[in-house]
């Protein structure tokens, strides 16, 4: 079956615009992630939900990054006001259950660059 | 908190050649170990896991043995091939946190050639 699919794969925004990512995971699946990753860096966790739920979001660097996952498939993370610091690639992973040491499918990643 | 390191690269090594990428960890916790692969222009993918003490992981000729009272878990290969050049990642997931979130080291680029 399709993979965790992400969209777009490439965003050039200009600083102060508000970007919209979005992930669609593996049908079925219960638990969805968003990464960040930097250049040359591993991914850093930035938030996660257990159907549409969002019980952690300990990760989001600041107020202007805003996720959500309304019907329990499809999530959306936001960013607005983009700074260049929020250059990066998005990642999105899923996992068939909720907790529990799951194998976690990544997505291609969204690159974002804020000129 | 919770974080993991591994050795700088790139490794560069010729075709089967032996393999090790080290990778220790440091977990409140009892985490579950991972190395994940992500080969040019493709996204992640889980290459072998364990979650408990002395397990093995292995895949695609890769092993990996979770080791406790040295909080690591190092990634090896007997014979590496050029289909293996990749970036690695070693990864934790800690039940502190219900195993809700991945902690990845910094990756280590593996270059092999002919």
């Known amino acids: 079956g399709a993979g965790v699919s992400q969209s777009p794969r490439y965003k050039v925004a200009k600083r102060g615009q508000d970007v919209a990512l979005r992930c669609d995971p593996i049908s079925g699946h219960v638990s969805l992630f968003w990464y960040q990753q930097a250049l040359g860096q591993g991914p850093e966790f930035l938030t996660y939900?257990?159907?549409?739920?969002?019980?952690?979001k300990s990760g989001l660097p600041s107020d202007r990054f805003f996720a959500e996952r309304p019907e329990g498939s499809v999530s959306t993370l936001k960013i607005q006001r983009t700074q260049q610091e929020d250059s990066a690639v998005y990642l999105c992973a899923s996992s068939p259950l909720a907790g529990g040491p799951d194998t976690q499918y990544f997505g291609p990643g969204t690159r974002l660059t804020v000129l | 908190g919770d974080s993991v390191t591994q050795m700088e690269g790139p490794v560069t090594l010729s075709e089967e050649a032996f393999l090790t990428i080290n990778c220790t960890y440091t977990?409140?916790?009892?985490?579950?170990l991972f190395w994940y692969v992500q080969y040019p222009g493709e996204g992640l993918q889980l290459l072998l896991k364990?979650?408990?003490?002395?397990d093995k992981g292995s895949n695609k000729g890769f092993e990996a043995t979770y080791r406790k009272e040295t909080t690591s878990f190092h990634l090896e290969k007997g014979s590496v091939q050029v289909s293996d050049s990749a970036v690695y990642f070693c990864a934790l997931s800690d039940r502190n946190t219900g195993f809700q979130k991945l902690v990845f080291g910094t990756g280590t680029r593996l270059l092999v050639s002919p």
């Open positions: 364990a979650t408990k003490a002395d």
């Open positions: 939900f257990q159907n549409e739920a969002q019980l952690d």
């Open positions: 977990a409140t916790g009892y985490p579950s």
